[in-house]
């Protein structure tokens, strides 16, 4: 839900806002910028089944759907081994097809474009629970096995090494949810990997005020009479308005807002329309379970563990991931060849949502393939990288900072 969220907001400021108030002058209001046309993007979408699928937890699903998007062809070298694929993963209540979104497709798909589809085998994976993914609202509601994070990172190990034949990725990138997943790939999975690129997120378990506003989400709904334990008739309106409102603050950006809805009336209509819109396209059950997913998330004691080549980045303006947490920093140290990067924040950032707009990282992304071309398994040679863009890049081992 809030990556579904995070697309509504972005989609939604994309053209300009009716306003019931005079027009603001040239002076107060920013101008809008005129929408490039959007590319069409031919997306081929498939079913993985792997069957009497075994949870953490000890609970089994005879049948474990992962439905998942592709984009390019793949590609094999002189082994007959796939060489070119690419994973991106979506973040919390998100489906792969987000990723077809003209603020990340058209910046990254497109003929010399960092992922480039002529060159690269995109693949986009609906996690458990998300998406046509097999999930609580397919009909066992409650019932559903209570999956976590690790196990949505062996399903998607699975549908690649099973499902596609894959032996080893050329990169796993992933925003917010699909972050966290990139870091457990990147401990329980490090040969499969020949780069990483998390965006927005953390490298600790799910605590403080971050599993403060996930529990209380979870707590509007299960409050609401009408949710009856997961086996409502109707829709738990009420629930859903809190976990949405919750949700549309934790990934709000306020410069951009402040400059973008500056009149009150304009500023509590764009809420209202967001969170409405938000609640028709959510179940009650799929987004309790979307968000404790994260319950057991806690990459931190084996850090160490990540080899693969990593560019991390995160945005200052980030409610969720706060920029004054010194922990990206902290963990880049213990990585064998990561970098991170803050964003700095802007009137033109998004919040948590920046990882959603292409245009704010792609050199970022650019730079780490170029640096990890001459990936082998099971060692990469890296090169130094090209550039940083924005606010301060830290590198493992030196941790020194540069400034662009």
Known sequence: MLSS????????????TPSPTPPLSAATAPAPRPAPPAATWLARDAQFTIPKFRFRSGETLQALRINYTTLGNPHRNARGEIDNAVMVLHGTGGTGRQFLSPQFADELYGRGQPLDITRYWIILPDGIGHGKSSKPSDGLHMRFPHYDYDDMVEAQYRLLRDGLGIRHMRLVMGTSMGCMHS?????????????????ACEPVEIAGLNRMWRQLTIDGIEADPAWAGGEYR???TQGLRTAASLLFVAGAAPLYFQARY???ETAEAFARERVAASIAGTDANDLIYQIDASRTYAPWQRLEAITAPTMWVNSADDFINPR????PMRAVARMKDARFRLIAEST?????????????????????????????RPRCRTQPATRSTGTTIISAGTMRSRRS
Not at 5 to 16: E, F, G, R, V
Not at 183 to 199: K, S
């Open 324 to 327: 004054n947490l010194d922990l």
């Open 262 to 264: 500056p009149r009150r």
């Open 5 to 16: 969220l995070l697309l509504l907001l972005a989609q939604a400021t994309a053209a300009p």
């Open 348 to 376: 033109e950032t998004r919040g948590h949502g920046t990882h959603t707009s292409a245009r704010f990282w792609k050199q970022d992304l650019a730079d780490l393939l170029q640096r990890t071309q001459r990936c082998e």
């Open 234 to 236: 109707t829709p738990p």
């Open 183 to 199: 870091l457990v790939w990147g401990e329980t999975h490090p040969d499969f990997v020949g780069a990483l690129m998390p965006l």
